[in-house]
Nanobody, 116 residues
Framework: QVQLVESGGGLVQAGGSLRLSCAASGSIFSIKAMGWYRQAPGKQRELVAAITRGGNTNYADSVKGRFTISTDNAWNRVYLQMNNLKPEDTAVYYC??????????WGQGTQVTVSS
């Protein structure tokens, strides 16, 4: 199994930046891909960005050009650089690990609040 712990959330003004970090531990070799999801109040959880072992990335249309997902070489950490933040980016952000032959792992979430 893989354990995930997010950090880096907070309160920022519109137009500002934040960098989220997710630390992975446990069976890291079983990770096929990692991603960031978010859930705003009253809304479903949605994919924000994902990255595979091969380096392929995928972004929600709403964050393209503003957010960047990356990992360290050992896949111990995955980052989400968020620039030009908007009030509609306000949500709890969750780290996700897509694992081989196992159910996904999720972090506990970190709150991002963007004020107008």
């Amino acid at each position: 199994q893989v354990q995930l712990v997010e950090s880096g959330g907070g309160l920022v003004q519109a137009g500002g930046s934040l960098r989220l970090s997710c630390a992975a531990s446990g069976s890291i070799f079983s990770i096929k891909a990692m991603g960031w999801y978010r859930q705003a109040p009253g809304k479903q959880r949605e994919l924000v960005a994902a990255i595979t072992r091969g380096g392929n990335t995928n972004y929600a249309d709403s964050v393209k050009g503003r957010f960047t997902i990356s990992t360290d070489n050992a896949w111990n950490r995955v980052y989400l650089q968020m620039n030009n933040l908007k009030p509609e980016d306000t949500a709890v952000y969750y780290c996700n690990a897509d694992l081989t032959f196992q159910s996904d792992s999720w972090g506990q979430g970190t709150q991002v609040t963007v004020s107008s």
